[in-house]
T-cell receptor
């Protein structure tokens, strides 16, 4: 079956670093997306990984291990505006994405 | 450039009524999608369309129908609304056209309450 797991909620401190993990089990795999969703708003694209390794984009980085079915999103120098839900999604070789339930990140001053 | 627009923004509907949620994109994307998002469950695919003139069922299609008469529009219809269809509905689109990279762009959502 298809399954994507993320922690439900995480709390971190402004200025710190936080790592949000995502594990997946799917029948096929072509790539993994991370999206950010602020409360009451639409999801917006953060990153895409298809090969193993780390992709860095400013304060955000995303890592993928295909053999382990594992990814993480790393957020550095946390700001209050980073308080949001972070959604992991896997693409399986057609146009569709399989979505995790999302991780709600709470940033405290 | 608007991207994807949805209408209405929110709606309260009596059970048993028919309702169409509208979605329009101006990016000339081939593929379009309808999701519902419920607390704790994440995004669940209702219906999708890989290109104009074709549609397919997603994970939770029952009680919903779609059409794709042209590239830009992808309306979602609830023939006879029930309270379990209370949710936030997101329309999305992607370039499509092949396997792998499939970044989806989302509309602002429609908050629907069925009483």
């Amino acid at each position: 079956g298809q399954n994507i797991d993320q922690p439900t909620e995480m709390t971190a401190t402004e200025g710190a670093i936080v790592q949000i993990n995502c594990t997946y089990q799917t029948s096929g795999f072509n790539g993994l997306f991370w999206y950010q969703q602020h409360a009451g708003e639409a999801p917006t694209f953060l990153s895409y990984n298809v090969l193993d390794g780390l992709e860095e984009k400013g304060r955000f980085s995303s890592f993928l291990s295909r053999s382990k079915g594992y990814s993480y999103l790393l957020l550095k120098e946390l700001q209050m505006k980073d308080s949001a839900s972070y959604l992991c999604a896997v693409t399986e070789g057609n146009y569709q994405l399989i979505w995790g339930a999302g991780t709600k990140l709470i940033i405290k001053p | 450039i608007a991207g994807i627009t949805q209408a209405p923004t929110s709606q309260i509907l009596a059970a048993g009524r028919r309702m169409t949620l509208r979605c329009t994109q101006d990016m000339r994307h081939n593929a379009m999608y309808w999701y519902r998002q419920d607390l704790g469950l994440g995004l669940r695919l209702i219906h999708y369309s890989n290109t104009a003139g074709t549609t397919g069922k997603g994970e939770v299609p029952d009680g919903y129908s779609v059409s794709r008469a042209n590239t830009d529009d992808f309306p979602l219809t609830l023939a006879s609304a029930v309270p379990s269809q209370t949710s936030v509905y997101f329309c999305a689109s992607s370039e499509g056209g092949g396997e792998g990279y499939n970044e989806q762009f989302f509309g602002p959502g429609t908050r629907l309450t069925v009483l």
